[in-house]
């Protein structure tokens, strides 16, 4: 597509269900990043892919957090059991060559979720 | 602890002035530098960069200066213009190999550019 698709822009999910967020980045992009933005913080760095694999998962808060990437193209981003220090706003990235040099990411508009 | 710093949150100039943000990092390892814009409901766009290897990058109105001995760099918006008002977010990335090929950034420093 022309630009990163994140779904659903919006969720509200009650405290202890799972969600699903997706992102579809741009055709071509081998490279791809979920960041998210918490209430007056920055833009907090995730997990990113290489293609299909996720060679640093350094950034997911907890166990609670996984993210898978299929066909070098979409990713889903699965927090289970929500709580509500999960609220943020989540931004998927993505970029022609891993790390981002030259223009760096183009980003989705992201998933707002809030657990109440 | 917080690797790309910026200790303005919030930052107001009138239109046609100019327009200074800044940002402070500690990692001696990035040597790429981005900033980007952000308005509300939106993701990130990307505004201009600059590699470590320069201490300057200019872009019609936007001008980044990079002080490696300070690890310092700013933004310069000059004139600025109310569709400049947005949050800007600092990032720094280091080398190719593991997490510090991945973008870092800072908090943000929400601008509002008044008529």
Redesign the interface.
Known sequence: GAGVSQSPSNKVTEKGKDVELRCDPISGHTALYWYRQSLGQGLEFLIYFQGNSAPDKSGLPSDRFSAERTGGSVSTLTIQRTQQEDSAVYLCASSLSWGGRGNGYTFGSGTRLTVV | DQQ?K?NSPSLSVQEGRISILNCDYTNSMFD?F?W?KKYP??????LI?ISSIKDKNEDGRFTVFLNKSAKHLSLHIVPSQPGDSAVY?C?A?GG?G??Q????????TKLSVKP
């Open positions: 790309v910026q790429f981005l980007y409901a939106e993701g990130p766009t990307f960069s977010f990032a990335s190719y593991g997490s090929g991945n973008l870092i950034f800072g908090k943000g």
